[in-house]
C-alpha cells in the first residue's frame, strides 16, 4: 500500500525546466512522487539526448512509472526536434477527409515518441473549430464539423493507443467557439445547452464510448452549463456530464492550471483543489516547482482534514494506475539503437511526403 505522499503525488503531472534531470529534479521527484510528467520543447535537443532524459527521469520513480507526455499535435504545436517526422497541422488531415491518413499519422508519431521513451501524447484535438475568430485553436482542429472531428478524432486515438501511446481527447467540452486565449485570460461560451450537444459534445462522446484513455479539459466558462466556474473547475460539468451522463471513467487532466484563465481568479492551491472535488484526476502544473509543491501540499492537507475524502482520491488513484497498467507495464528503459531506427525513417518520411503531396493537391483544387 502506497503511504499518503506516494498517493497524493501519483495524481499530479509536473513540468520542469532544463534538458537533463539535475539533482535538485531528481530529489524533487523522489520526494514528492509526481504521477508524470510533461516535456516541452525547452526539455528537448535531439533523439539521443530525450533517449537519455527519459530514462533517466524513469530511475527517478522506482516505485511508479512515469507517464511521460508531450504536445505533439503537428503543425504549429510540436515539441520534437527536427530529425523526427513532423506532419502538417489537422486541419489538413481534415481537409484530405481521411481517417487512414489520420490513422497513420498517429500511429507514426507514437512509433517515433515510444521509441524514446515518451508513452503520452497530448492529442487529439477534438475542439470543432465552429468559430473563425478563435485565437487558440484554428488549424489544431480537424475541421469545422463535429462528423468529421469525430471520425478523425477517433482515428487518431486509434493510432496512437494501437502504438501503446496514451491518447488524450482535448479540450472538453469544446474549446472551438471561444474568441479568446485561455492562456491569457478566461474565455466565455455563450452558446445554449442544444447549441453544445449539437456542436461541442459529439467528438468528446464517441471518443468517451471508443476507449480514448485520457481526456483534458477547458478552461472556459459555459453558463450554459455552470455560470459560476470554468469547466476544469466544474462538478456540474466533469463529475455530472462527463462522468455521470457520458458515462467515461478514463483519467480526466486538467490542462495547465498555470494558465491566467485560472490563475489570475484562483490560486493554485485552491485551483488544484477544486478541481479534483469537481472530478479531475490528475491536476497538470507545468512549469513552476514551488506552485507544484504547494499544489501537492495543499491537496495533502485537503485529504487530511476531510475536505476530500479517501473514497474520492481512491477513484482517482485507481483510474490512474489502470491506465499505467494498460500502457506503461512492463516498464522496459529505451535504448538508442532502437530509437535510431525508428525516428524519421524511410517509411515515416514517405508518409509524410505524401501527405504533403495531399496538401498541393488540395492547395490546388478550387473552393
Known sequence: MMM???????LFMVGFDGTAVTPDLASFIK????????LFARNLESMEQMVELTNDLQRCSSHSPLLISIDQEGGRVSRLPRSFTIFPPSDLLGRCRSSE???AAAAT???ELRAVGVNMNMAPVLDVN?????????????????????????????????????????????HGDTNADSHKELPVVTASRERLEEIEFPPFRAAAVHGVATMMTAHVLYPALDDQRPATLSPAIIGRLLREEMRY???????????????DHYGIEDATVRAILAGCDMPLICKDRNREVAAITALDKAVADGTISAERLEQ???????????FLLPYRPVVISDAKLTVGCRSHRALLHSIDQARERLAKTPV
Open 4 to 10: 499518503s505522499r506516494e498517493k497524493i503525488g501519483q
Open 31 to 38: 520526494e514528492y512522487k509526481p504521477g508524470g510528467v510533461i
Open 101 to 103: 491518413l489520420a490513422y
Open 109 to 111: 508519431t507514437a512509433k
Open 130 to 174: 465552429s468559430n473563425p475568430a478563435n485565437p487558440v485553436i484554428g488549424d489544431r482542429a480537424f475541421g469545422t464539423t463535429p462528423d468529421l472531428v469525430s471520425d478523425l478524432g477517433l482515428a487518431t486515438i486509434g493510432g496512437l493507443q494501437d502504438q501503446r501511446v496514451v491518447a488524450c481527447g482535448k479540450h472538453f467540452p469544446g
Open 249 to 263: 471513467d478514463g483519467v480526466v487532466l486538467t490542462d495547465d492550471l498555470e494558465m491566467l484563465a485560472i490563475i
Open 316 to 326: 482517482s488513484l485507481n483510474r490512474i494506475a489502470r491506465l499505467k497498467q494498460r
